[in-house]
Structures are given as structure tokens and as C-alpha cells.
């Protein structure tokens, strides 16, 4: 960057480095994006001439149930995708900032775990795990609850059943990111805090968590993102039932697609892409502000 | 740093149970691939029995001998192509005096947030228009574009953090940009190269959603699609099941085990935008 800047001279060759990356991105993401917000104003069923609507699909994503609860739906999700990781992330710092722990590689191992397996497996384990036989009753049996539910077939427990899985997934990301930031915290302040007779909760809110800011900021942003945008789990635990109760955007997207409803798949999908980048936008603030510090 | 003895005590205990949180569901599946062919499993247990069938079975059935091969093929296309254009663009956009670089960054930035779902929707309809589906390349393609923004951000960034020296005194001596990346800056950025490989590699071997819209034969399809098709059929024999979620996660979870560390700084990198 600085060389660039101090020669001062333009380099055209490098447009050329540029082209094949852009070209490729720009031909099967940019251009369909463009396709899909044109899609978003049609009626279309992808065979028949299509018919003008206007902003009609959008307002059937706030009016249609199916459609508004898909949004609701997400958002229930942020709960357990995000909000649930960075709080158990933030206790496992604020429980381990004051010791070393051995062994942490062997930790790490297993907490990025769920990070790398692919989320349709992860989905089948949990798929048998909520079933009658499967291992969440088998818990319950063992602090004397019986049950033989079908958690993933129950009107009210299905969302937060799927949610839970999120939660499985993301909180040892979290837990890992913020013990590695807590690391980075200057002693001084700890020590600081302990002469002024901090206890372990004050010290908490007043050296911990304003150092993991950052860190904070950035699992909001993956882990939003990641409920927002679900779909590989939902498709294959529970694919919207029981009743529309489970419907995300990007199912209700994928639904709508291979059911020649082009104009609400494309209207939900940019709905949902402007969720995606409010909450970016608004997540990486809480990084930034500390970088600029 | 002072902590008393309970309250070491008291932190690993919960390590410890926040592993075995994560463990118990991928241990319980393990176990119940190895149980007798349809039998009924409870929770985590141990087999009678060890039965080996369950894999055999679940491979033949689920075709996952092509399955697996089509996933083999798409991360050979998908892993290099995006490594060497994000390489590239990333050079151009970090090293070198681009015009409009900026607005080019901007572009690629946006691609980071934009989720699969809003390009799937003419991507399903103007592919079977132009009879591109169900070609494994065109997956390795659309699955390519959708990575490349990451790719090339993380790139411009690793050529941009870069002593600016050395290549100041190569282009004095009159070396070309393609011979200063060549001989310089790409040796140099090898290592954010490789933890870009990786995490390429993981999201192509795990890519769901793009893989379902763009090839509608579930039998052309790469390992955890088939893996998503094998379920409705089996849903009730558990032991095949898992035998199948086994063959599809234990490549990833090997090359996991062996590039640990890599794989880390992958998924760090990709939080850490």
C-alpha cells in the first residue's frame, strides 16, 4: 500500500489481476443479485409470462403469515444462536481470566469441533438425539424427568429445540475467543481492581468485559449472521413442521423457489439479505469503536 | 496471578463439562453406527455387538462410493481456482496502484454479508434455462464466487500488511508485478495462503444449499447432499443412519485432527474479518 502510494503512479496491469476473481464473482453473485431484486417486483412461476406486482411481494413478507413468521422465526433464533454462546463464552472467560489452564490445546480440540462438521450431519445427530429414544430424554431420566417426547415434533419446544443445536454449535467458538481475548488483558488492571477490593462480579463488569469488546462484537457478527441465514439445520431436522412452526427465510426461500414462487422467494431473500447487513453493519460497530481507542 | 484452590478446581470442572457437552452427541452417534442393523438404540449406549455391516451397508445403499468422489472432484476445482484468484485479486487490490481499487474492495466486502439464499433463486431457474445443471463444474463454480470475497479481502489484506522494502527495491531493479509476486510477496504470504486452503476446503466439503439448487440428481450430488437424501428412506434405522452421518464427517474431522492448527487460524481468520 505504501509503495503504491509513494510511487504515485496508476498500474492499469493490475485491473488484470483483478478481472478473473471479479469476473467469476461478478457473473454468479453480483449478476443473480441483480436478477433476484428484479425477480422481487414479478409474479412469476418461472414458466409463464410473468406479471408486474410492484412492491406487492414485499408487502405480502410483512402481511403473509408464513412469510412474517419465517423473520419472527429467525429472530427467536438470534436467542439461542448468539445471544446464548457469548453469555456462556462470557462466564467461561470471567470464570478462567484468573488462572492458567493446562491442557488448552486438548480443550480447543473439541471446542472448534462443531465449528468444522458439516451442519447437516450435526443436524441428523440431533435429529435421533430429540427423538423419543434419543439421548435428551435419556437425560432426563437420569435427573428423574421421564419423557418420551418428540422434541422436534412439539408445536412449542420444535424452534427452541433447533435453537439449542445453534447453541451446541457456537459456544465453544465463543468460549474460545474470549478466553484467547481475556489473555490479553493487562494484569495491571486486574491487579488495580483487586486493591480497590473488587469482587469476582465487579471485577467482571469492570476490567472483563469492557476488555472483550472486540471480541464480543465479532461472535455477534458470525453468530447473527448464523441464525439469520440458517438453513442446512432446519432443513433437515424438522424442514418448517410441525404447522409452519420452524419456517426460516431460507427455507421459506427454498420452498417457494422449487414451488415456482419466484416473485416471494426473491422478495423474502432480499428482506432477508438487508437483515443480514443491518445486523453486520450494526455488530462490527462494537469492534471498531475499539480499534479506533 | 492468585486464584485459590476451589476456584481451579471449580474451572476446570466446567472445561470439563462444556467438552463433554460437545462430545456426548458425536460419541453417541459413533456408538450407534457400530450397533446390530435395525437395532432400536437408547441414548448413548454401548453396543452388544460390534457390528461393522452398518457401513458397508450405509456406503452401498447411499452410493456414497460417487458421492464422496464428487465431493473429491468439487474441493479439487473449488480449493486452487479460489486460492489462485483471491491470490491475484488480492495482489492487485493490496500491492499494487489499481485505479479504483477502493470501489473494487467495496464491492468484494459486500459479498461477505451477502447470504447464499439471495443468489439461489435465479441461480436454480437460469442454470436449468441454460441446461448448466447437474455439471459438477458449474457447483464448483457458483461454490467458487460465492467464496472468493472472503478470499480476496483476506488477501489484499496480507499483501497490504507486507514490509513494502523489499519490493520497492525489486521494482528499482526493473522487476515486473507479475515477478514480484512470483518471487517476493507470494512466497511471503504462503502461510495465510495455506489457512485460506483449509478453510476453503472445509466450507466446499460442507456446502449444502448451493449444492441442492444447482444439481437436482441426488445421485450427482457431493457427500453431506446425499448424506440430506439418505435420511428420509432410513429416518427410522438409527445404526445406518449414523453409519452414514459417519462416512460423510470423518474426512473432515481427519484432516481436522491432522491440520489442527490450521484449521484454527482458518476459522479464527473467518470470524476475525
Given at each position: 500500500m505504501k509503495a503504491g502510494r509513494r510511487l504515485r503512479?496508476?498500474?492499469?496491469?493490475?485491473l488484470l489481476f483483478v478481472a478473473p476473481a471479479l469476473l467469476l464473482y461478478g457473473t454468479f453473485i453480483l449478476y443473480p443479485t441483480a436478477r433476484t431484486l428484479n425477480l422481487s417486483l414479478w409474479d412469476w412461476d418461472g414458466v409463464n409470462p410473468a406479471v408486474w406486482r410492484g412492491l406487492a411481494n414485499y408487502v405480502d413478507v410483512v402481511s403473509d403469515p408464513i412469510l412474517r413468521g419465517s423473520i419472527v422465526h429467525a429472530l427467536i433464533l438470534l436467542v439461542f444462536f448468539a445471544l446464548a454462546p457469548v453469555c456462556f463464552g462470557l462466564i467461561m472467560a470471567a470464570l478462567l481470566t484468573r488462572h492458567r489452564i493446562r491442557g488448552m490445546a486438548a480443550f480447543r480440540l473439541v471446542y472448534f469441533l462443531p465449528q468444522v462438521l458439516p451442519l447437516i450431519a450435526v443436524g441428523i445427530i440431533f435429529r435421533w438425539i430429540y427423538s423419543p429414544n434419543g439421548t435428551a430424554n435419556g437425560l432426563l431420566g437420569w435427573v428423574g424427568i421421564s419423557s418420551d417426547r418428540a422434541w422436534l415434533g412439539e408445536w412449542n419446544w420444535a424452534l427452541p429445540a433447533i435453537g439449542l443445536i445453534g447453541t451446541w454449535v457456537q459456544s465453544g467458538l465463543c468460549m474460545m475467543l474470549f478466553i484467547a481475548g481475556a489473555g490479553n488483558i493487562h494484569p495491571h488492571l486486574y491487579e488495580a481492581a483487586r486493591l480497590d477490593g473488587a469482587g469476582p462480579v465487579r471485577e467482571f463488569f469492570a476490567v472483563t468485559l469492557p476488555g472483550l469488546r472486540a471480541e464480543v462484537g465479532l461472535a455477534l457478527t458470525v453468530t447473527v449472521i448464523s441464525a439469520l441465514a440458517a438453513f442446512d439445520l432446519v432443513y433437515i431436522t424438522t424442514g418448517g413442521s410441525p404447522g409452519h412452526r420452524t419456517d426460516v427465510p431460507g427455507l421459506v426461500i427454498y420452498q417457494r423457489l422449487v414451488a415456482g414462487d419466484l416473485g416471494h422467494a426473491a422478495a423474502l431473500a432480499i428482506v432477508l439479505s438487508c437483515l443480514v447487513a443491518m445486523a453486520a453493519i450494526a455488530t462490527s460497530r462494537l469492534s471498531k469503536v475499539e480499534a479506533e481507542r | 496471578m492468585r486464584a485459590s484452590r476451589s476456584e481451579r478446581v471449580m474451572g476446570y470442572a466446567i472445561l470439563l463439562l462444556m467438552a463433554a457437552g460437545i462430545l456426548v452427541p458425536i460419541t453417541a452417534i459413533v456408538l450407534a453406527a457400530f450397533h446390530e442393523p435395525g437395532a432400536t438404540v437408547r441414548g448413548l449406549s454401548w453396543p452388544d455387538t460390534w457390528s461393522w455391516s452398518n457401513i458397508a451397508t450405509a456406503w452401498t445403499e447411499g452410493h456414497f462410493s460417487s458421492l464422496v468422489g464428487q465431493s473429491v472432484i468439487v474441493c479439487l476445482i473449488v480449493v486452487p481456482l479460489t486460492c489462485v484468484l483471491a491470490g491475484l485479486a488480492g495482489f492487485g487490490l493490496g500491492a499494487l496502484n489499481t485505479p479504483g481499487r477502493g470501489f473494487l474492495t467495496i464491492t468484494f466486502i459486500v459479498g461477505m454479508t451477502l447470504p447464499i439464499e439471495v443468489v439461489i433463486v435465479p441461480l436454480y431457474h437460469d442454470l436449468r434455462a441454460l441446461h448448466l445443471t447437474d455439471s459438477l463444474v458449474t457447483l464448483a463454480l457458483v461454490e467458487s464466487a460465492a467464496f472468493l470475497p472472503f478470499g480476496v479481502y483476506w488477501m489484499k489484506t496480507t499483501f497490504a500488511g507486507q514490509p513494502s522494502e523489499l519490493s520497492e527495491q525489486a521494482m528499482i531493479d526493473g522487476a515486473s508485478a507479475g515477478q514480484r509476486l512470483r518471487y517476493i510477496q507470494a512466497p511471503l504470504a504462503t502461510p495465510a495462503l495455506t489457512t485460506l486452503a483449509v478453510l476453503y476446503f472445509m466450507w466446499a466439503w460442507n456446502q449444502f444449499l448451493i449444492v441442492i439448487t444447482v444439481i437436482s440428481d441426488p445421485n450427482r450430488r457431493t457427500a453431506p447432499a446425499g448424506l440430506g437424501f439418505f435420511?428420509?428412506?432410513?429416518?427410522?434405522d438409527i445404526p445406518l443412519l449414523s453409519a452414514a452421518t459417519l462416512i460423510v464427517i470423518t474426512p473432515i474431522v481427519v484432516t481436522y485432527a491432522i491440520l489442527q492448527r490450521k484449521f484454527v487460524a482458518g476459522i479464527l481468520a473467518g470470524v476475525e474479518r
Amino acid at each position: 500500500m505504501k509503495a503504491g502510494r509513494r510511487l504515485r503512479k496508476r498500474q492499469w496491469l493490475g485491473l488484470l489481476f483483478v478481472a478473473p476473481a471479479l469476473l467469476l464473482y461478478g457473473t454468479f453473485i453480483l449478476y443473480p443479485t441483480a436478477r433476484t431484486l428484479n425477480l422481487s417486483l414479478w409474479d412469476w412461476d418461472g414458466v409463464n409470462p410473468a406479471v408486474w406486482r410492484g412492491l406487492a411481494n414485499y408487502v405480502d413478507v410483512v402481511s403473509d403469515p408464513i412469510l412474517r413468521g419465517s423473520i419472527v422465526h429467525a429472530l427467536i433464533l438470534l436467542v439461542f444462536f448468539a445471544l446464548a454462546p457469548v453469555c456462556f463464552g462470557l462466564i467461561m472467560a470471567a470464570l478462567l481470566t484468573r488462572h492458567r489452564i493446562r491442557g488448552m490445546a486438548a480443550f480447543r480440540l473439541v471446542y472448534f469441533l462443531p465449528q468444522v462438521l458439516p451442519l447437516i450431519a450435526v443436524g441428523i445427530i440431533f435429529r435421533w438425539i430429540y427423538s423419543p429414544n434419543g439421548t435428551a430424554n435419556g437425560l432426563l431420566g437420569w435427573v428423574g424427568i421421564s419423557s418420551d417426547r418428540a422434541w422436534l415434533g412439539e408445536w412449542n419446544w420444535a424452534l427452541p429445540a433447533i435453537g439449542l443445536i445453534g447453541t451446541w454449535v457456537q459456544s465453544g467458538l465463543c468460549m474460545m475467543l474470549f478466553i484467547a481475548g481475556a489473555g490479553n488483558i493487562h494484569p495491571h488492571l486486574y491487579e488495580a481492581a483487586r486493591l480497590d477490593g473488587a469482587g469476582p462480579v465487579r471485577e467482571f463488569f469492570a476490567v472483563t468485559l469492557p476488555g472483550l469488546r472486540a471480541e464480543v462484537g465479532l461472535a455477534l457478527t458470525v453468530t447473527v449472521i448464523s441464525a439469520l441465514a440458517a438453513f442446512d439445520l432446519v432443513y433437515i431436522t424438522t424442514g418448517g413442521s410441525p404447522g409452519h412452526r420452524t419456517d426460516v427465510p431460507g427455507l421459506v426461500i427454498y420452498q417457494r423457489l422449487v414451488a415456482g414462487d419466484l416473485g416471494h422467494a426473491a422478495a423474502l431473500a432480499i428482506v432477508l439479505s438487508c437483515l443480514v447487513a443491518m445486523a453486520a453493519i450494526a455488530t462490527s460497530r462494537l469492534s471498531k469503536v475499539e480499534a479506533e481507542r | 496471578m492468585r486464584a485459590s484452590r476451589s476456584e481451579r478446581v471449580m474451572g476446570y470442572a466446567i472445561l470439563l463439562l462444556m467438552a463433554a457437552g460437545i462430545l456426548v452427541p458425536i460419541t453417541a452417534i459413533v456408538l450407534a453406527a457400530f450397533h446390530e442393523p435395525g437395532a432400536t438404540v437408547r441414548g448413548l449406549s454401548w453396543p452388544d455387538t460390534w457390528s461393522w455391516s452398518n457401513i458397508a451397508t450405509a456406503w452401498t445403499e447411499g452410493h456414497f462410493s460417487s458421492l464422496v468422489g464428487q465431493s473429491v472432484i468439487v474441493c479439487l476445482i473449488v480449493v486452487p481456482l479460489t486460492c489462485v484468484l483471491a491470490g491475484l485479486a488480492g495482489f492487485g487490490l493490496g500491492a499494487l496502484n489499481t485505479p479504483g481499487r477502493g470501489f473494487l474492495t467495496i464491492t468484494f466486502i459486500v459479498g461477505m454479508t451477502l447470504p447464499i439464499e439471495v443468489v439461489i433463486v435465479p441461480l436454480y431457474h437460469d442454470l436449468r434455462a441454460l441446461h448448466l445443471t447437474d455439471s459438477l463444474v458449474t457447483l464448483a463454480l457458483v461454490e467458487s464466487a460465492a467464496f472468493l470475497p472472503f478470499g480476496v479481502y483476506w488477501m489484499k489484506t496480507t499483501f497490504a500488511g507486507q514490509p513494502s522494502e523489499l519490493s520497492e527495491q525489486a521494482m528499482i531493479d526493473g522487476a515486473s508485478a507479475g515477478q514480484r509476486l512470483r518471487y517476493i510477496q507470494a512466497p511471503l504470504a504462503t502461510p495465510a495462503l495455506t489457512t485460506l486452503a483449509v478453510l476453503y476446503f472445509m466450507w466446499a466439503w460442507n456446502q449444502f444449499l448451493i449444492v441442492i439448487t444447482v444439481i437436482s440428481d441426488p445421485n450427482r450430488r457431493t457427500a453431506p447432499a446425499g448424506l440430506g437424501f439418505f435420511v428420509a428412506p432410513h429416518s427410522i434405522d438409527i445404526p445406518l443412519l449414523s453409519a452414514a452421518t459417519l462416512i460423510v464427517i470423518t474426512p473432515i474431522v481427519v484432516t481436522y485432527a491432522i491440520l489442527q492448527r490450521k484449521f484454527v487460524a482458518g476459522i479464527l481468520a473467518g470470524v476475525e474479518r
